[in-house]
């Protein structure tokens, strides 16, 4: 009987603690939650200044404004112009400062709720910021505060970061649209893999140098645009790929998961491959000390576009002929990103590094400081073959 009053106390003790939650848990209402964060070169906002002028100001540079976009907010609503109410669904507020730990925690001098970076989704860095100051710098506090998660996503803007968290869709969260987009990924091999805080943490510390998806605004609207380079060595931006280049490198990497060819045939008319999949594999070659690689590219495809009336797609000459335009369409893209990555900006942004690595660990070893330099000199080769399955439902 002893023995079963001491096993009901045990079990009722427990029953508290699993029930119970977290002891040290608060309310979401009583918190910002901020789910994304822009950084643009130091630029005050006027309301900033005016604070500031009246002294409410700190030791600091004006280095970094920081945007940080929270939700959800309390029924925050908008007067438009024409006198409709629009409930938004976030607010923006910039701060101004040299340190972004110091500017997180200066958002407790201007809101009465404290702010939680549990559920960021992205940071958003303009490409001017990251031409003045070096990547791992501008990253150092999201990769150290336990607070943000590894999975929240980095990207370039070309213009002003804050502009990337405005929305003309008053109901839409920018940096949630900004995180979902990439999953149109198997539409468009121009949109590139995801980076994250965990990748782009191994990226710095191993000095390699790596893209990241760029973004356009305008007056509320967004569009992925090629990437901006950060080159290991300086951990610094050295310029941007265009759209073309980084669909030609998802080529080389064989990393796409759709996406078209569009080129014209031998009458100038359009005609359109649509990719069904895409395989590369890449071979690095040593002799004595000469590095060279080759890079075999397969795919299948369909004819989804063809404004050519005079040509019947169901005849085998013809398919094959259209083979051949899109595989020189596609050599041209390719040849246009090894000028830009080797010559122009002297990057292996397409993991040839890691090939060479793999095979050869001790010619890597030796050179694997300086790799950038001695790839911009290395012979790449390449073979395409492209297959065209079927032509859709039509013949015409």
Not at 341 to 352: E, I, N, P, W
Not at 378 to 385: A, D, L, Q, Y
Request: charged share 25%; glycine share 6%.
């Amino acid at each position: 009987m002893y023995r079963f009053k001491n096993l009901l106390v045990f079990l009722l003790l427990s029953s508290l603690f699993l029930t119970q939650g977290c002891w040290s848990s608060k309310e979401i209402e009583d918190l910002s939650v901020y789910a994304g964060l822009a950084l643009d070169v130091g630029e005050r906002p006027d309301i900033e200044r005016d604070l500031e002028g009246q002294g409410a100001n700190y030791f600091k540079r004006d280095l970094i404004t920081a945007t940080i976009q929270i939700i959800p907010i309390k029924s925050f609503e908008r007067q438009e112009k024409s006198k409709a109410k629009q409930v938004v669904k976030y607010s923006n507020l910039r701060l101004t400062g040299d340190s972004v730990f110091e500017i997180m925690r200066q958002y407790s001098t201007r809101r009465e709720r404290p702010v939680i970076g549990h559920h960021l989704k992205v940071i958003v860095v303009s490409t001017k910021l990251a031409k003045q100051h070096q990547m791992d710098q501008l990253m150092d506090f999201a990769l150290r505060d336990n607070d943000i998660r590894p999975s929240c996503r980095v990207f370039f803007s070309e213009g002003r970061a804050f502009d990337t968290f405005l929305s003309d869709q008053p109901e839409e969260v920018p940096a949630f649209r900004l995180n979902a987009m990439l999953n149109n990924s198997f539409r468009s091999n121009k949109i590139m893999k995801e980076v994250n805080l965990t990748r782009i943490d191994g990226l710095l510390r191993s000095k390699q140098s790596f893209l990241l998806q760029n973004i356009v605004s305008s007056k509320g609207e967004i569009q992925f645009s090629g990437a901006g380079i950060i080159k290991g060595a300086t951990s610094k931006w050295i310029g941007n790929l265009n759209q073309e280049n980084v669909e030609s490198l998802s080529w080389i990497q064989g990393t796409g998961q759709g996406g078209l060819i569009k080129s014209y045939d031998w009458r100038n008319k359009i005609i359109t491959y649509e990719i069904k999949s895409m395989h590369s594999k890449t071979t690095a070659k040593l002799q004595g000390d000469a590095i060279s690689f080759h890079v075999a590219i397969e795919s299948t495809g369909r004819l989804i576009e063809n404004w050519d009336t005079k040509e019947n797609p169901s005849k085998l000459e013809y398919l094959e002929g259209a083979e051949k335009v899109f595989e020189k369409r596609l050599t041209t893209m390719i040849n246009h990103v090894m000028q830009k990555t080797q010559s122009k900006y002297k990057v292996d942004v397409a993991g040839f590094g890691k090939v060479l690595a793999i095979k050869y660990p001790k010619k890597w070893k030796e050179i694997k400081d300086n790799w950038d330099e001695v790839f911009s000199r290395v012979p790449v080769t390449f073979e395409i073959k492209l297959k065209i399955t079927d032509f859709g439902s039509s013949t015409e």
